[in-house]
């Protein structure tokens, strides 16, 4: 199988770098020309096998329309585009329509995995028909950790809920971050009684209920800076967050334990906090998200 990249940044790259490894041939397109393989989209288009597959990896929002946009005056009928990136699940709905127009699939994909997934694999949920999943289905799987396919993968339902299932995830994943700072927090407090703060929590990664590969990026965070002294406690939001909070209001779910993550991320912006130090060096582990250094 032979596909198309369209975005090797952080995650983009080291998916192709994955796909290649797994047999798929790929060829990219990125805006730095230090990183692409052709010098356009248009040129990618016709260095790609028909019918052509292309993924999809830019940031959400417009960017990600606008290469959906130029995408559907350059595909014919029977290609397929498949959207990985973080994009939100009513953006989907606009995207599948716009290249339906033309005769081209789509396919949502949530992507989990971060800096990480190149060597573990990533967790993918996918939205889109029946047969266009298993038309993509050598991609899924080499990009996908190893073991159980249903382990790592998912074909979660129609187009969106690909997307929409990955929101979800990032609305847990919040919470989950949330909950390892607040006891780190708590913990570093009673330095009159508690020695090692670091030793507490590489001491819960085997037997515990709390066990969790989250768990072990703290670990492996505070062997880098044991009090987290280097960073500061500012930790953005990437929407999806949001995004979950704002589908539970219409749906009337409550998430008590997602919102409160959110709006802990908002007072980490006004102030500085140990429990924001302990999520910011989580996001940087797991996903190479970018720091504040401390003064």
């Known amino acids: ?19 290649c490894a797994g047999g798929i041939e790929v060829t990219g397109y990125d805006r730095n020309p230090e990183l692409t393989d052709v010098a356009s ?19 959400a929002g417009e960017i990600t329309d606008s290469v959906v946009g130029e995408l559907s005056g350059l595909l014919a009928a029977g290609d397929l585009v498949i959207e990985g990136g973080n994009s939100r699940f009513t953006d989907d709905f606009r995207h599948a329509e716009l290249l339906e127009k033309t005769g081209v699939h ?5 992507v ?14 996918v939205g889109g028909a029946e047969d266009q999943v298993e038309r993509a289905m050598p991609v899924f799987d080499a990009l996908r950790p190893e073991g159980a396919r249903e382990e ?20 847990i994943e919040y919470a989950l971050m949330q909950a390892y ?16 703060v670091p030793a507490v929590f590489t001491a819960w990664q085997r037997g515990t209920v709390v066990r969790s590969w989250m768990l ?3 670990v492996r965070a505070l062997k880098e800076d044991p009090d987290l002294s280097d960073i500061e406690g500012y930790v ?5 967050g949001r995004w979950t909070i704002e589908e539970a209001i219409a749906n009337g779910v409550p998430v008590p334990t997602i919102s409160a993550s959110i709006f802990a991320r908002f007072v980490s912006r006004q102030d500085d906090s140990p429990a924001m130090k302990a999520v910011a060096a989580l996001r940087h582990q797991f996903g190479g998200h970018a720091v504040k250094k401390a003064d």
């Not at 790592?152 to 609305?171: P, S, T």
């Open 112 to 125: 989990s995995g971060g800096i990480w997934g190149l060597k573990n694999g990533y967790g993918l949920m």
């Open 41 to 59: 989209v248009a040129e990618l288009i016709q260095a790609l096998p028909a019918p052509r597959i292309v993924w999809i990896m830019v940031p």
């Open 181 to 196: 700072a607040e006891g780190y927090e708590l913990l570093e407090k009673r330095d009159d009684l508690m020695a090692d």
């Open 236 to 240: 953005e939001d990437s929407g999806e």
């Open 1 to 19: 199988m032979h596909i198309g990249i369209i975005g090797l940044g952080r995650m983009g790259a080291n998916m192709r770098t994955r796909m």
């Open 106 to 110: 789509y396919i949502d994909a949530g």
């Open 152 to 171: 790592g993968f998912v074909h979660a339902g129609a187009v969106g809920a690909g997307h929409y299932a990955k929101m979800v995830h990032n609305g």
């Open 216 to 218: 072990e990026l703290l």
